[in-house]
């Protein structure tokens, strides 16, 4: 098992920029496809960004190509999830996500989430 803990979230003006952290338990962090997941208030959640074991492969949700970048540092047992050119509509919960497989409905393993919220 993984347990994930997301930090970084906060209030930010339209067009600001935020990185989101994600430490992660267990030894066998290296092995997992992790991924960020958000959710508006009012919609369902949605994925948004993963990245292979390696950080070799990333896969990102069309409304946040171009802007946000997934990262990870296995020395640490962290993944990041840099976001650029932040608008209303990235406003949500952000969840850390972890899996063997990778999954854009979800993979086993969730954080608790950390709040993103983006000004007009």
């Known amino acids: 098992q993984v347990q994930l803990v997301e930090s970084g979230g906060g209030l930010v003006q339209a067009g600001g920029s935020l990185r989101l952290s994600c430490a992660a338990s267990?030894?066998?962090?290296?092995?997992?496809?992790m991924g960020w997941f958000r959710q508006a208030p009012g919609k369902e959640r949605e994925f948004v960004a993963a990245i292979s074991w390696s950080g070799e492969s990333t896969y990102y949700a069309d409304s946040v190509k171009g802007r946000f970048t997934i990262s990870r540092d296995n020395a640490k047992n962290t993944v990041y999830l840099q976001m650029n050119s932040l608008n209303p509509d990235d406003t949500a919960v952000y969840y850390c996500?972890?899996?063997?497989?990778?999954?854009?409905?979800?993979?086993?393993?969730w954080g608790k989430g950390t709040l993103v919220t983006v000004s007009s």
């Open positions: 267990g030894r066998s962090f290296s092995s997992y496809v």
């Open positions: 996500n972890a899996g063997t497989q990778p999954n854009y409905a979800g993979m086993p393993y």
